[in-house]
């Protein structure tokens, strides 16, 4: 029974979309009654092996500025922490809570056991639960013949206006701790700045200058200048797909922008078209966090329990400078790019024939840009273990070579490797004893050499997955994969002309 004493409000559940442009669920809201934001930190998702200090990093200072943006408006955003079915317990006892409105999210399987848990309460509360589009991932049965289709019409709609006012309630907005649940060291950002005005002047920057070198030097190990560096505003919400979408069009017909600036923005939109087609795959089968995609695979590779292995790629100690120099890069910066990404996964499931479900929450974790939907798609794709996909075996000493010839990045990286010359970079494990002591480093005891010989682990691992690949039992699941994920290509297309994005590769 409704309580008249109390105010009744809307509950707006902030999760994964850290703004109030562009947000559907704000907008609704803000028509109906006073609105009470609201962000949830949630001790349990923060227990998870995927989440990091470096993730509420981003998050902790896109919520102070989502307050501050909500303040102005009327009513700055309310923080608890606790289960979620608690909190709204807990606010039920000052307020009478007519409707959540929340943004639909794809995040891990245990946010979306969550969900469905809320859902089932507010259900059995009397509560309405009004879920609502992000971006161009569908919930419930899927048909990929259109959903293409489905996608530009999402992108063409117009952008949601901020509410000009919220009507606001008197209630202890909470505090925004510097570190997560569990996770008491902090992890200061680098690469990018979580505020609004960070997000759009990142995205100024990139459509009005760095989109010009974007499809030429994206695969480069130093592509951070020529990337757009939006994958973190995109994972977790600062600024939403369909913004991006927007101001790409706006600025490829406003006449001002150079061809070569053009052609990049152009293969970035591509890139985000199939953002959302590798979304949609975790949406449609959230299995796939821990499980292979064609079960063909489970067994394929090792146990779980060689840690030398995984020790040596985890720290980025496998010999092969450019795989450790990448490594290393991205646990002091939280990003990397999008090739780069891909070769720690392939020599790590490949070379080093190390189980992708002991790899893909490491990476999780120290991704800043995390995103669930790319994230365990495109591990499972250079892991080889999706059936369907060409298998991508990166030779370690060849992307060295291709993408750091001077090794300019390694040394970065590697500073045990400062004095060694470029003819020697890629391969150091060559070099005979007069010259490491020339340079100033003993194999063994400065830099190791390399835990496997890559041409003969790759030529196993090829052989291993190509005799998997080829088995009636892999053949019988492909068809219901190829059926439920496999892009509908439509030949004329811009966005099939681009290349496909490979892990956060924004």
Known sequence: MANPSLPVVDIVWFKRDLRIYDHAPLWHAAQQANVLPLYVIEPELWQQ?????????????????????????????????????EVFDELSRIVEIHAVHAHQETGNLWSYQRDIKV????????????????????????????????WDQFMAEQLIPI??????????????????????????LREVTASRQGAEQTLARFLHGQSTYYPARIGQPAARFASSRLSAHLAWGTLSI???????????????????????????KSRLYWHCHFIQKLESEPSIENEELNPAFTSLRGSKD????????????????????????????????????ALLVS????????????????????????????HYPQIQMQSGTTGINQLRMYNP?????????????????IPELRFVPAQWIHTPWLLPLNLQREYGVILDRDYPRPVVDHEAAAQFAKEQVYQTKRSPEAKRFNKRIIEKHASRRRTTSMRESGPKPQMELF
Request: aromatic share 10%; proline share 6%.
């Open 119 to 150: 859902a089932k309460y507010l259900k059995t509360h009397g509560i309405a639960f009004h879920e609502y589009r992000q971006q161009g991932v569908l919930r419930g049965p899927v048909n990929r013949n259109d959903w293409a289709d489905r």
């Open 306 to 341: 060689d840690q030398h292995r995984f020790k040596a790629w985890q720290l980025g100690k496998t010999g092969w400078p450019l795989v450790d120099a990448c490594m290393r890069s991205l646990i002091a910066t939280g990003w990397l790019n999008f090739r780069m990404r």
């Open 49 to 85: 092996a995927d989440a990091s200090n470096r993730h509420w990093a981003f998050i902790k200072d896109a919520l102070i500025d989502c307050r501050k943006a909500l303040k102005q408006l009327g009513q700055a955003l309310v923080v608890r922490e606790g289960d979620v079915c």
């Open 397 to 413: 000493i060849k992307q060295s070579q291709d993408n750091d010839p001077k090794g300019e990045f390694i040394k970065r990286y």
């Open 163 to 188: 509410p000009k006012k919220i009507r606001s309630i008197d209630i202890p907005l909470g505090e925004i701790p510097d570190t997560a649940p569990g996770h008491p060291n902090p992890f200061v």
């Open 242 to 268: 369909r913004e991006v979408v927007h101001a790409i069009n706006q600025a490829i017909t406003d006449g001002r922008t150079e061809e070569r600036q053009q052609f990049g923005l152009q293969q970035f």
């Open 347 to 374: 020599v790590a499931s490949n070379q080093l024939w190390l189980p992708w479900q002991l790899t893909a929450p490491y990476l999780a974790k120290l991704f800043v840009d995390y995103e669930p939907g790319i």
